[in-house]
């Protein structure tokens, strides 16, 4: 019989079990995120990681359309393609990558993120599911365990603020009513 409570043999068994993470990529920056991502795709986060073993955890990232760069990176960041014909090199823009596939710039950064560490890269990026929305399957969130948390808080829009929260948000002054912007 094991001397093990119930509750730590649970703990133990989901060690060693393959895990499935939710990352909510949504106003988070590309580069950071893919290291984060990187980290529980190795297992980097288990306790029994080793660099000879695969012990790493499914991850589902989901609003990859709507995730940040730092400074101007989506004017000044290009992508290299090459299509394996003669003269078939191709660089690309951040921002125009992202208006032709939005999953290719959290693609591509978690790809690097990953380490050119032959074919092990491969199968790392198979345990990854990349969404551009908040629409995950529902196959797919049937086996989500836990999340991973965001790096930065996301703040609210301006036009997601109700009026009676405008109203009430402390003023310095108050205008007079016969005040114009000149």
């Known amino acids: 019989m094991s001397n093990l409570s119930p509750y730590k043999r649970v703990q133990q068994w989901m060690v060693f ?33 080793d660099t000879e073993q695969d012990v790493g955890d499914h991850v589902v990232v989901m609003n990859a359309a709507h995730v940040s760069m730092p400074f101007d990176e989506w004017r000044y960041r290009y992508y290299f393609h090459h299509s ?28 690097k993120a990953c380490g050119n560490i032959g074919l092990k890269r491969h199968d790392l990026i198979a345990r990854l599911n990349i969404y551009p929305d908040e629409n995950v399957p529902e196959h797919i969130m049937a086996n989500i365990s836990d999340h991973i948390r965001q790096l930065r808080p996301v703040h609210k829009a301006i036009d997601e603020y109700s009026s009676e929260e405008i109203k009430n948000y402390p003023k310095i002054f108050d205008y007079s009513d016969d005040y114009t912007k000149k």
């Not at 909510?24 to 529980?40: E, H, L, N, T």
């Not at 191709?90 to 978690?110: C, F, G, R, S």
Request: without cysteine; glycine residues 4%.
């Open 17 to 49: 079990a393959r895990q499935w993470w939710l990352f909510d990529a949504k106003q988070q920056d590309v580069f950071d995120a893919a290291q984060i991502i990187a980290r529980y795709l190795h297992g980097r986060h288990k306790p029994i990681y």
């Open 84 to 111: 394996h014909y003669a003269g078939g090199k191709k660089w690309t823009q951040a921002y125009e990558l992202h208006e032709k596939d939005p999953n290719l710039v959290m693609y591509k950064a978690i790809y």
